[in-house]
């Protein structure tokens, strides 16, 4: 028997504007589970968050439930947070595209993401406000001999610190892809 079900709506929408601008949404819902008690979702199957085809402005896959855990399975070892992945995922992509310099195909982009994994049984995240991070941030795109580039910048608008108190994110995430992202 296949070891897990797995659902997922992946909408898109696209709206042509005024002078080569172009608005966009796309919409990624999932939800995965066990097939039963004895075929569980392995861990790499999971859902992880963050990066340039998801939530642009974090790091990619980092942004997950977590759990404490020893880095070594002694009393006195220091305690980690742990990302193990989610069940669940919402992501929600906005971005008005309009041309910049349209005669060599360079294109800009602004952008605005929402989007979180979740535990098990749970479709809220206490550590962060509507239950998703958040991010701005703007790029450009260039249609080159060897296919589509996205260069872009993301703003966290949720940083994350760890138990010591240190920044997670960076406050700028430049990130770097080959491909169309709609």
């Known amino acids: 028997p296949p070891l ?3 659902s997922v709506v992946d909408a898109r929408v696209y709206r042509p504007l005024l002078l080569g601008f172009v608005a966009r949404a796309k919409l990624t819902l ?3 589970q066990d097939w039963d008690a004895e075929h569980t979702v392995p861990i790499s199957e999971l859902y ?8 642009r402005g974090y790091r990619y896959l980092s942004i997950s439930p977590t759990q404490r855990v020893r ?3 002694t009393p006195d070892s220091p305690i980690e947070e742990v990302a193990t992945g989610g069940d669940k995922q919402a992501i929600l992509n906005l971005e008005l595209e309009f041309p910049l310099f349209p005669t060599v195909g360079i294109r800009g982009v602004v952008f605005s993401d929402f989007g979180n994994s ?3 049984g749970s479709f809220h995240d206490p550590n ?3 239950s998703m991070y958040k991010s701005v941030g703007f790029g450009f795109r260039w249609i080159s001999p060897i296919g589509p580039l996205r260069f872009e910048w993301g703003f966290p608008m949720d940083p994350r610190r760890d138990a010591s108190g240190n920044r997670i994110d960076r406050p700028v995430d430049f990130q770097f892809t080959i491909g169309n992202f709609f």
């Not at 992880?48 to 939530?55: A, K, P, T």
Request: glycine letters at 14%; charged letters at 15%.
């Open 118 to 120: 979740f535990a098990r």
């Open 30 to 32: 999932g939800w995965i």
């Open 4 to 6: 897990l079900r797995r």
């Open 71 to 73: 880095s070594v399975d």
């Open 128 to 130: 962060v406000s509507y």
């Open 48 to 55: 992880y968050v963050g990066g340039i085809n998801s939530v």
